[in-house]
């Protein structure tokens, strides 16, 4: 999933993943079946970018939020089905993430970091 393409919408708190994923046609990479899962950052680029840098700390390659961020996690509910009959519910959760940059800039969102003890 990248960054850019899940942050781009405007999310509300009725945050709707079946529209969002059959508009986006997100899908397992090289076919039309639905994804299993789908996770969405509810922040705009401006509040992720930071985090490639004083807002976040070296996490496997990678950086994840010294922050904890509101996501929405889309989880699939018929299993088997393809593009466009996707039909996920969808939870708010509250995590710090974990993202790819480069040059600076967020890239791809790898996931969610549940921190047990810090």
């Known amino acids: 999933l990248h960054i850019k ?7 509300t708190r009725h945050f709707q993943c079946d529209a969002v994923i059959t508009s986006r046609q997100i899908s397992q990479t090289g076919s039309n079946l639905c994804k ?5 950052i509810r922040a705009t680029v401006g509040l992720v970018k930071p985090v490639c840098e004083r807002a976040g700390e070296p996490y496997r ?4 939020s010294l922050q904890p961020f509101d996501v929405v996690v ?3 509910k018929n299993q088997g089905a393809r593009l466009p009959h996707c ?3 969808g939870a708010i959760r509250t995590r710090r993430i974990a993202i790819q940059c480069e040059q600076g800039l967020p890239v791809h969102y790898d996931g969610d970091v549940v921190v047990i003890n810090d």
Request: glycine share 10%.
């Open 74 to 76: 889309c989880t699939l």
């Open 5 to 11: 393409g899940a942050l781009d919408t405007s999310l």
């Open 87 to 89: 039909q996920y519910r």
């Open 61 to 64: 390659g990678m950086r994840r």
């Open 36 to 40: 299993e899962t789908n996770t969405f």
